[in-house]
């Protein structure tokens, strides 16, 4: 039976591209290789998505995780719009005006239809975060090969990695297109897709930039163990939400960070959306559960004792708004961007070395 007042969670996973039925649609701009390496990479970053990093596992936030707090603040602020400002008001006024005429009942009617319908509308949207996880955790393991997507109500999606196919598509969003990556589970045909979860970053830029996110999971999950130091190496602070919620604060300057020096000027501007926001966002992380994954998959993901291989968000730097917002001095900020530029120049040099003289599948 329909309700009408269940709530939807804002669980990707569920909710993302559900129109993307098969590899051969228009939509999908690229298939990414799993096996084959791209040369010609810029870079390898993780796009501040990585909760931790290990020698068996690495898990990333999802692709919501972002923007967090935005649905319930414009659910709230449209629902409150539409039901009390033209639902409830309108029928105040039309009651207190007296009798009316057949067609005066019958264009308040209508009217006040719509505005339940966008009231109602609202209500799935503003309900969609709040009580039900802080994030949706995506987590690759290096050592069974296996895949796990936390999603809403406890359950896990779990596929083997060479089993998914993973693609680049874009949509538009307003005037601009917004480029993604998504995981795709795929049918026996080889072509069919049945389920689909998208990776943590959009971009709305040129989506080459996106491989550097591509390469950074793949070389995680197909490269040598050698590769893994510096993998860490191009991770400057990892968000703090494993096994604990995520602060006001931290929550504001996730929304405001920014990749570049220069992006201050811009976020600058956007500092006030980005701080009514960030009161909505810490309302959904005081409200929802933490992530727990079962027992099964919690132990296959143990990793070995005094693991060298480990970056968390307790690794962080000790004031480390300044990196997310680009406000380090130019001495800090020549060490930290020269660390990550030379371990992502030496991922780059290994790649050019194993796949130079190959074709990268597209």
């Given at each position: 039976m329909?309700?009408?007042f269940k709530r939807v969670?804002?669980?990707?996973?569920?909710?993302?591209?559900?129109?993307?039925?098969?590899?051969?649609?228009?939509?999908?701009s690229r298939v990414y290789s799993?096996?084959?390496?791209?040369?010609?990479?810029?870079?390898?970053?993780?796009?501040?998505?990585?909760?931790?990093?290990?020698?068996?596992?690495?898990?990333?936030?999802?692709?919501?995780?972002?923007?967090?707090?935005?649905?319930?603040?414009?659910?709230?602020?449209?629902?409150?719009?539409s039901f009390f400002g033209f639902f409830v008001w309108q029928l105040i006024t039309?009651?207190?005006?007296?009798?009316?005429?057949?067609?005066?009942?019958?264009?308040?009617?209508?009217?006040?239809?719509?505005?339940l319908l966008i009231s109602w509308a609202t209500y799935r949207l503003m309900t969609s975060e709040m009580f039900f996880s802080t994030y949706y955790p995506i987590r690759f393991n290096r050592k069974n090969g296996m895949v796990y997507v936390h999603q809403s109500g406890g359950d896990v999606l779990s596929v083997p990695w060479q089993d998914l196919r993973f693609v680049l598509t874009g949509g538009k969003n307003f005037t601009i297109t917004e480029w993604?990556?998504?995981?795709?589970?795929?049918?026996?045909?080889?072509d069919t897709i049945t389920r689909t979860f998208p990776l943590p970053i959009n971009l709305a830029w040129d989506p080459e930039d996106l491989t550097m996110c591509w390469e950074f999971i793949?070389?995680?999950?197909?490269?040598?163990?050698?590769?893994?130091?510096?993998?860490v190496d191009t991770i400057p602070w990892c968000p703090p939400v494993e096994n604990q919620k995520e602060g006001w604060l931290f929550g504001l300057?996730?929304?405001?960070?920014?990749?570049g020096r220069l992006g201050l000027l811009v976020n600058?501007?956007?500092?006030?959306?980005?701080?009514?926001?960030?009161?909505?966002?810490?309302?959904?992380?005081?409200?929802?559960?933490?992530p727990v994954w079962p027992a099964e998959i919690a132990a296959t993901c143990q990793p070995d004792e005094n693991d060298p291989i480990n970056k968390g968000a307790e690794h962080n730097p000790p004031q480390v708004w300044r990196p997310m917002l680009g406000l380090q001095g130019k001495t800090r900020y020549a060490q930290s961007f020269a660390r990550e530029r030379e371990a992502m120049d030496r991922i780059t040099a290994r790649l050019k070395a194993k796949y130079g003289g190959q074709e990268s599948a597209d």
């Open positions: 329909f309700n009408p969670p804002a669980d990707p996973s569920k909710l993302f591209h559900r129109g993307l039925s098969c590899l051969s649609d228009k939509g999908v799993q096996k084959t390496g791209d040369p010609d990479v810029k870079g390898i970053y993780g796009f501040d998505s990585v909760v931790r990093l290990n020698s068996t596992y690495l898990e990333l936030v999802d692709r919501y995780y972002n923007w967090r707090g935005t649905w319930t603040l414009a659910g709230a602020f449209f629902f409150c719009w039309t009651l207190m005006q007296g009798e009316f005429v057949f067609f005066d009942w019958l264009f308040f009617i209508g009217m006040w239809s719509v505005a993604t990556i998504i995981g795709c589970v795929m049918a026996d045909d080889g793949r070389c995680y999950m197909e490269e040598g163990d050698e590769y893994l130091p510096d993998l300057l996730y929304l405001s960070k920014q990749y600058a501007l956007q500092f006030p959306f980005f701080f009514i926001i960030s009161f909505s966002r810490w309302l959904v992380m005081k409200t929802s559960k933490v």
